[in-house]
């Protein structure tokens, strides 16, 4: 039995298209991962295994293949995790197939099920309405991010039980939907602000990028000499 689950990677800032390709056939016990995965793609055969049995849903003894497409292109991350779990339950019919359409699936998974939060579901979900995906489903704690793009439809789901319960149409999952204009109106007040530092412009603009690209940040001398050269 073979299915094939909608996905996204990110590639610097853009995010791209991954086909999941999940081939499940007789022969021995064997889970296998191919198209360039890290470690961490690697290491998401146990996390969908235990999710899967810990979720209430058998997972088959048989001959599992994952082939992330393009398989040329190195895959990162744990986002992986939520539609190869999916395929597989596709591949047992707990899934009928037809639900997937122009879906996209992305997200990390807990031993117990749960689905935890990710990087990128921003530029992903932005790439995903590019591409006309009619739905994006990913962790609850990325739906509030995902849901500032208009034109596509954003899921956010807790447990892999209730995103499969969500595509069985057991369960009615209401769409995130967020105002960008309402979100740039909220002002944030700061008690401390960068114009009241006098000079050190190179530093201030290394603190800066390092804040905005979540960079880690060394500043090597005493607080008086920072203090002094700051006033």
């Known amino acids: 039995m073979l299915s094939i689950i909608k996905s996204m990677a990110l590639l610097g800032l853009n995010g791209y298209l991954v086909d999941i390709q999940i081939d499940v056939s007789q022969g021995l016990p064997y889970f296998g991962i191919v198209g360039l995965p890290d470690t961490s793609v690697k290491e998401a055969k146990e996390r ?3 999710a899967i049995k810990n979720s209430g849903y058998e997972i088959l003894n048989r001959k599992i293949i994952v082939n992330l497409a393009p398989a040329d292109r190195k895959k990162e991350g744990s986002l992986f995790d939520l539609p190869i779990a999916v395929g597989i339950l596709a591949c047992n019919k707990i899934v009928e197939y037809r639900m997937l359409k122009d879906t996209i699936i992305i997200g990390e998974l807990s031993l117990d099920g749960r689905i935890n939060k990710i990087n990128g579901a921003l530029p992903i979900c932005i790439e995903a309405r590019k591409l006309n995906a009619k739905r994006i489903i990913l962790p609850v704690e990325n739906a509030k991010e995902a849901s500032v793009v208009q034109g596509i439809k954003v899921i956010g789901v807790k447990t892999l039980k209730e995103a499969i ?3 069985r149409n057991e369960i009615i999952i209401e769409e995130n939907k967020n105002n960008i204009e309402e979100l740039l109106k909220v002002k944030n007040n700061y008690a401390l602000d960068f ?9 201030k603009r290394a603190i800066e990028i390092a804040a905005a690209g979540g960079h880690n940040l060394l500043m090597i001398g005493s607080a008086r000499k920072w203090k002094n050269n700051a006033c």
């Open 48 to 50: 969908v295994k235990a």
């Open 165 to 167: 319960k969500y595509l």
């Open 195 to 203: 114009s009241e530092v006098k000079g050190q412009e190179n530093i």
